[in-house]
């Protein structure tokens, strides 16, 4: 019913830049926070950046002035910028909606990942 499709990742060196989009498609009504969060090996997934339906942004404080989160409503699409990229950013990116379904109920989705390497 509905998909979260991201897109933007790759290998960069430290220092580079990336941009991550992701895409909500489907019998969507309504979203509300959209958000990236990343998972490491070995490590818990964790929030990277959110942003709600009217356009506050919060951000873990390892990203806070390298990555910038947006939104675009009319396209149902989440960006993340991300800027001087450090190896410890390496990790799979996810990005998270809440959101209603038509004629159903509020809830997470997840995208499928995707993964982010820093490395000279």
């Known amino acids: 019913q509905v998909q979260l499709v991201e897109s933007g990742g790759g290998l960069v060196q430290p220092g580079g830049s990336l941009r991550l989009s992701c895409a909500a498609s489907?019998?969507?009504?309504?979203?509300?926070?959209m958000g990236w969060y990343r998972q490491a090996p070995g490590k818990q997934r964790e929030l990277v950046a959110g942003i709600t339906g009217g356009g506050s942004t919060n951000y873990a404080d390892s990203v806070k002035g390298r990555f910038t989160i947006s939104r675009d409503n009319a396209k149902n699409t989440v960006y993340l910028q991300m800027n001087s990229l450090k190896p410890e950013d390496t990790a799979v990116y996810y990005c998270?909606?809440?959101?209603?379904?038509?004629?159903?109920?509020?809830?997470?989705?997840w995208g499928q990942g995707t993964q982010v390497t820093v490395s000279s």
């Open positions: 998270n909606a809440d959101l209603k379904v038509r004629f159903g109920v509020r809830d997470d989705y």
């Open positions: 489907g019998r969507i009504a309504s979203i509300y926070a």
